[in-house]
């Protein structure tokens, strides 16, 4: 069951808001109250402005107790698009998680996260102004599949409300308000292997455009070590073409 919880937190939380930089690898395991994890991502896009690729890598670090839950992480960017090349960082990511209904087979609460723009926005590795990101989750486990749900609102702070910069940035789009969601799926092919369907997305609020985001995910679990493949697809609001993400995270 702690495997499956944290497969549940993985997905809620990477869900909740569809930026690939908000890795949040939550150990639900009280055993391994800490952990540190690294996704690898590479990724195509093309929109009407700018067409290309970028790669990253985005360590992360975790800790939980109880109901409780926090972590940070920020991803290191390689960026082409429209033919020239940049490196650089993408914004800082801060996130914690409360369980409130904590009763088998239902678990439910509350999820925010912070980002904090360090990267360099005009190349279109920030947001360029800070994000707050609360959401809500539940989830729902039946003998060897479990489903979650989440429902969140983004908005930018301290941002010119007369500057819409519609998506962005490149590596992470999203609207600088919008309402987001996602549904998950996870069922048990074996003690160590899960697989199962993600969709995300966002709807602005006032200015912007929808993002559907469509993802199928295996996660391998093992004693402290987990490693989880997804492979996503831009399927409205051209977020990307294609996307994949190899993440590990690490309890001790």
């Known amino acids: 069951m702690y495997m499956r919880l944290?497969?549940?937190?993985?997905?809620?939380?990477?869900?909740?808001?569809?930026?690939?930089?908000?890795?949040?690898?939550?150990?639900?395991?009280?055993?391994?109250?800490?952990?540190?994890?690294?996704?690898m991502l590479a990724a195509s896009f093309s929109t009407m402005l700018y067409s290309g690729n970028?790669?990253?890598?985005?360590?992360?670090?975790?800790?939980?107790?109880?109901?409780?839950?926090?972590?940070?992480?920020?991803g290191l960017y390689r960026l082409e698009k429209n033919g020239a090349q940049f490196y650089g960082v993408g914004d800082v990511v801060v996130h914690g998680q409360v369980v409130l209904v904590g009763q088998h087979p239902v678990h439910a609460g509350v999820t925010a996260a912070l980002s904090i723009p360090v990267g360099d926005q005009l190349r279109g590795m920030s947001m360029g102004h800070p994000m707050a990101m609360p959401a809500l989750f539940g989830t729902y486990m039946f003998d060897r599949?479990?489903?979650?749900?989440?429902?969140?609102?983004?908005?930018a702070i301290a941002a010119n409300s007369e500057h819409d910069h519609g998506m962005w940035p490149i590596v992470d789009?999203?609207?600088?308000?919008?309402?987001?969601?996602?549904?998950?799926?996870?069922?048990?092919?074996?003690?160590?292997?899960?697989?199962?369907?993600?969709?995300?997305?966002?709807?602005?609020i006032g200015d912007g455009d929808n993002r559907v985001i469509g993802a199928l995910r295996a996660t391998?679990?093992?004693?402290?070590?987990?490693?989880a493949a997804e492979l996503q697809l831009g399927l409205v609001g051209d977020p990307f073409i294609v996307r994949g993400v190899v993440s590990t995270a690490l309890g001790f």
Not at 183 to 193: F, I, N, Q, Y
């Open 54 to 74: 970028y790669q990253g890598v985005v360590p992360a670090v975790h800790w939980s107790h109880d109901r409780f839950a926090a972590g940070a992480n920020v």
């Open 145 to 155: 599949a479990t489903v979650t749900a989440t429902a969140g609102y983004s908005h």
């Open 220 to 227: 391998w679990g093992s004693g402290r070590l987990s490693t």
């Open 173 to 204: 789009p999203m609207n600088m308000v919008e309402f987001t969601w996602s549904a998950a799926g996870d069922v048990t092919l074996t003690r160590e292997l899960h697989c199962g369907p993600v969709l995300s997305g966002g709807v602005p």
């Open 6 to 39: 944290w497969i549940t937190g993985t997905l809620l939380l990477s869900a909740s808001s569809a930026r690939a930089d908000h890795v949040h690898t939550v150990d639900h395991d009280g055993a391994h109250p800490f952990g540190a994890g690294v996704s």
